[in-house]
């Protein structure tokens, strides 16, 4: 060769202008490296236009000649359910907030499937699992969870041109909606009970005279997360994030527009619908005004219930559980049992459907398949049709 040019060293192929030896002018080649060894393909044309064009379709040949290897390696036979789990893990880290969940539940799935390839996840390979899993007593909402982060996994392959084709992943039904509820008495109860610590001072379910007054000045935010999560009918995380100045990491009260916002606009919205501007009831704002007294910084920051100047976490959990054993109730009383009987309440009080919807940022849907029947007007126009043949 009379001219000799340096190659991309990523082997990535290019247009040369070449003159071979015993060639009076020189012609256009194609280079490119493959396999560790250097190739030129002549475009047989000393026109550069031409050449151009030569170098366009042996371009478009080798991708569609690449997209062909692509998908014989992304058949379910070929890709492993432990390369989903892995994929999808990286990508949903940087944009889920409960990101903690899913890789809890991606890492039980790879404990049982490993490198089983994606092809085996028939009915009776998902029933197995479910049963392993039932066998360590877990319950089919947990094993639908998991599951359900299985099949986003093979899905997301999918879409991602990783895997051809996604099969149905088989999971257990829906379980049914824990229809529990408090009523206002047993409501009532439990905010006493959340305002004394001790069992050692309840005697047959009442306090007993002899308790210490600085008793009753403790742990006074647990009333306030009692009365907060059954007015504004939120989750308990929601809850908890609440604080006294507008910010983008989580939800506010704001004293003087009488709103609490669930978390603020400038965040995008995650699975779980958020509520924006709802009104405060007026026994929850004077409590308000007194946790503020509390916990609202001078500067206007702080969270509204903390203990010891710090945000609240797991003691929670071991607080509200003392509570419910004093007052009586179900120990499967959770902090989720007081948002559904914030709902409950409102729909028994003669609330629509779509207002409540509105109020809590749930779904008009989710309110009717799960709290509609609570109204005492659900279903009142059918009773009242004539039924009659026509």
Known sequence: MAEEHIMPRDGTPTLRRIRRRGKLRPTWYIQYREGGKRHLISTHTRDRSEAEIEFAKFIAARKDQEQEIASYLATPDRIS??????????????????FENIAIRATTLDNHFGETRVSSLT??????????????????GTIRCELGTLNAAVRFMVKE????????????????QHDRWLTRSQLAALVRAARHVEDRYWVDGKLSSKTPR???????????FILLTYYSAQR??????LQWQRNLMSGYVDLEQRRLYAISNEVAQSQKRRVYGQPIADKLLLLLRYAAKRTRREDGSGYLIECGGRPITQTLRISFKGAVRRAGLDPKVTPHTLLHTGITHLLQSGANVYDVAAYVGKSVQVIQQVYAHHSPDHLEHLASLDRRAR
């Open 236 to 241: 308990r995380t929601a809850v908890l994030q």
């Open 161 to 176: 041109g990783k895997l051809t084709f996604a099969p149905t992943i088989w999971r257990p039904d829906q379980p049914p």
């Open 81 to 98: 359910i432990r390369e989903c789990l892995v994929a999808y893990l990286e990508d949903a880290e940087p944009r889920v907030k409960r």
């Open 123 to 140: 009915r009776s390979t998902c029933q197995g699992y479910a049963a392993a899993r039932r066998h360590k007593n877990m319950t089919d």
């Open 214 to 224: 600085q008793l009753k000045e403790r742990r006074w935010y647990l009333p306030l």
